[in-house]
Structure formats: C-alpha cells, structure tokens
C-alpha cells in the first residue's frame, strides 16, 4: 500500500454498503453477457472475474481490519489479484450466479457496517502500519474499480 486513500466526512460505516449496492446494480445486467470478455486497465475481465475479485478485496481487508484490531499481523496478501483469470472466470452468467453474489456480498457489506460501525473517531484515525482503519475503508470502498471493468451491459 503506497498511496494514501483521500477521505471524507461521510460515515465510514456506510461506504462498503454503498459500493456493493453500486455493484449489484452493474451486476443485475450481466444477465445479459454474451461470453466476449472486456479489455480494460490491462486485463481480461468478465462478470464472474469481477465479482470474484470484488469478495477477495472485501475478505481481504476485513480480514485485515479485524487482526489490526486484535493488535495481531494481518495474514500475507496472496491473492494473484486482476492479471489473473481462472477458467471459472469464464463461465456464463446466470440468475443463480447473481442470487449467489447478491447474498455473498450483501453479507460482507453488512459485516463492514456492523464492525466499522461500532468504533469511535479516534480508533478510525489512529495511524497503523501506514494507512488509518477510515482510510483503509475509504480504500476498500473503492472495490466498484472492479465492476466497472465489466460495467453496465445492455438488456
């Protein structure tokens, strides 16, 4: 993590939420994908690549949240990231795939609020190995990068 997220005055407990309702919205018109992958910041993407890298960011840092919190090292970040798409990644999208992220993901929001929720301004901006816990959420906040990818498909 090198450059320092920007924050606002909006309540941190409210941005994850905000971004995953963002996402299922783009996500709601991948229905409509026809298989032909786009080509955008240097890699392939397609719905579920989008969708699998927007759970691996929110698992990630919340992982991070809490074991900072705990006062513990976080784990070792070993997501292979964006450059890499997986055969699953190519697989169609369905009504079932979007039910499955709908409640995948509603879940990790709700998690961020309930956790960032509960912690009072000065243990959000404490500093901790760089970035404070408000500018690490404004960062995961930022998690839509991946769905826009994809973006909005026609119906």
Request: charged share 25%; hydrophobic share 40%; net charge negative.
């Amino acid at each position: 993590m090198t450059e320092l997220p920007e924050v606002d005055d909006r309540d941190p407990a409210t941005l994850v939420p905000a971004a995953v309702e963002e996402i299922l919205d783009l996500a709601r018109t991948w229905l409509a994908w026809d298989g032909t992958p786009t080509l955008s910041d240097g890699n392939v993407w397609t719905p579920h690549k989008a969708l699998r890298r927007v759970a691996d960011h929110l698992i990630d840092h919340l992982g991070e949240i809490e074991c900072r919190l705990a006062g513990v090292p976080s784990l070792p970040d070993r997501w292979h990231g964006r450059t890499l798409t997986l055969d699953s990644d190519w697989a169609r999208f369905t009504e079932a795939d979007l039910d499955e992220a709908t409640s995948r993901l509603s879940r990790l929001a709700a998690y961020y609020a309930n956790r960032i929720g509960g912690l009072d301004d000065a243990t959000l901006d404490a500093p901790r190995d760089g970035w404070t816990l408000r500018q690490v959420v404004h960062h995961v906040a930022n998690v839509r990068y991946y769905a826009a990818q994809v973006g909005r498909l026609a119906p």
